[in-house]
């Protein structure tokens, strides 16, 4: 008898609802809404609206209501690192502030000058050092003044404040947790200490729980606004990465996860922390994973490089159709031109045209000017910096690196999934691209398993491998991109 299970996977641009149907082993997903989730500017600050948020979850539920089906449970995946404040009455105090806000940016260097050095919060979280991090969010609200920090009596991570909200219960989902910089990597904790330095209680945040355990059910008053029953909320892997690598279907422990999308994550899956000299020096980052396991990895500037040559570029039609992108990157020369993606100047960039072409005439390299050109500099340059990161992952990994499993939205680029296979040496494993959803649904229907999770999307997607292909010029090519990193 098939069960069906909510998921409401919410990014930080756009969020669904999924209804994921479990029948003999197999998961078919349907999407039930979709929305949009524009970032609102007031007052010199970015915020989230949760209670849209929240709004949108219910239309979902009310859409489950009105097809008539029962739903063994529901689970809320997000973004990482943001939260949101609430009072002694238990009422949201103001709009959750968002990672993009420039108020943190001057915030981190203020707080590792005045407060912590780097490697003291390196040797305590193990998450990589960013201005975006909860712990330096808090810091520039409380540099501030800011008035709900100081009235707030409980601080919720982005899936813990909606599933209070319709729930009632307060927890600190784990994996969501560990995006925030204060969390222990070794004893799973907030830490006391880090908190106290931003002027805030351990009693403040919910209890821990670990993905796949309940958190509570539907309130009645969400009930009434639903048209359902008493539905058991679940947390789920409350951080999307984390879900997405729930999902990955993999046979063994052998393999390193690229999630590909605006950003690129990369990592290995292991079964504790790994905090020394090495990895802070190469700014890797530990976070809460699913079954326990710490999920060791670097977030690389992934297609936030194509994608803002597209919003610039979006009078010229080529640029609108991805096939035609693809074919002409397929045509321009190999390894012409290269960047280091994770460079500063393509963070936030007015022209990324032009980021690229100044990047390439300081590194005395020809300048891509054509729509072919640039992107094939991307393609090829992202990677080269993936066989520069799989050949760190292998130095730390406990187990042997036998293949690389691409997930998300980036698994559907065969042209990139081979380049990546050409310059690791190893085959890669494109999919399943829904992976965010179905490791939701996946982690709400066996209680936190890890995989592998065999899978049957609605669009009858399988995974592709791409074997590894001798390329001329990509080991000079690869010395020639580590020259330009340095």
């Not at 729930?167 to 994996?175: A, H, P």
């Not at 280091?340 to 032009?354: I, L, T, V």
Request: charged share 15%.
């Amino acid at each position: 008898m098939p069960h069906h299970f909510f998921a409401a996977d919410l990014g930080a641009t756009s969020g669904r609802t999924i209804l994921g149907t479990v029948s003999q082993g197999q998961v078919q997903l349907t999407e039930l809404t979709r929305f949009s989730h524009p970032l609102i500017q007031t007052g010199g600050h970015y915020y989230w609206d949760i209670l849209h948020l929240y709004n949108e979850i219910l239309r979902g539920l009310g859409e489950v209501a009105r097809q008539g089906l029962t739903i063994q449970s529901i689970g809320i995946d997000t973004w990482g690192v943001d939260c949101a404040l609430f009072g002694q009455d238990g009422g949201l105090l103001r709009a959750p502030r968002s990672y993009r806000d420039p108020a943190t940016f001057a915030a981190m260097d203020d707080y590792l000058t005045h407060v912590r050095s780097r490697r003291q919060l390196y040797d305590v979280a193990g998450t990589e050092i960013i201005n975006f991090n909860t712990l330096f969010q808090l810091h520039a609200m409380r540099r501030e003044g800011d008035s709900a920090l100081a009235a707030a009596h409980t601080i919720l991570f982005m899936p813990d404040a909606l599933a209070y909200l319709l729930t009632g219960q307060r927890v600190c989902e784990y994996t969501i947790a560990s995006t925030s910089g204060f969390l222990n990597a070794r004893t799973r904790e907030l830490d006391t200490d880090l908190l106290s330095t931003v002027g805030l209680q351990r009693k403040q945040f919910g209890r821990i729980v670990m993905p796949g355990n309940p958190i509570g059910t539907l309130t009645p008053e969400v009930q009434a606004l639903t048209g359902l029953g008493p539905v058991p909320v679940v947390a789920v892997a409350g951080h999307d990465t984390q879900a997405a690598i729930a999902a990955i279907p993999a046979s063994d422990e052998n393999f390193a996860y690229l999630s590909s999308g605006t950003w690129s994550l990369m990592g290995i899956c292991a079964p504790a922390p790994i905090i020394d000299d090495r990895s802070f020096n190469l700014n890797f980052t530990n976070e809460g994973g699913v079954g326990g396991t710490t999920c060791f990895l670097k977030n690389i500037c992934g297609m936030w490089l194509l994608e803002s040559l597209r919003r610039e570029k979006a009078a010229d039609s080529r640029w609108n159709d991805y096939a035609t992108l693809i074919a002409e990157a397929q045509a321009a020369p190999a390894f012409r031109s290269l960047i280091y993606p994770d460079a500063p100047c393509f963070a936030a960039p007015q022209s990324m045209e032009q980021a690229i072409q100044d990047f390439c005439r300081r590194t005395e390299q020809p300048v891509p000017a054509t729509c072919g050109e640039l992107v094939r500099c991307i393609f090829d340059s992202l990677a080269l910096r993936y066989r520069q990161v799989f050949h760190h992952l292998k130095e730390f990994a406990p187990h042997p690196l036998h293949r690389l499993h691409i997930i998300g939205g980036g698994s559907r680029n065969a042209f990139l999934n081979q380049l990546t296979a050409d310059m690791l040496g190893v085959p890669v494993v494109a999919g399943p691209s829904e992976c965010t959803a179905l490791g939701n649904v996946m982690i709400q229907a066996t209680e936190g398993h890890t995989g592998p999770f065999p899978f049957t999307e609605n669009q009858g997607e399988t995974a592709q491998i791409y074997q590894p292909k001798a390329t001329e010029g990509g080991d000079a090519a690869y010395t020639r991109y580590l020259q330009i990193c340095e």
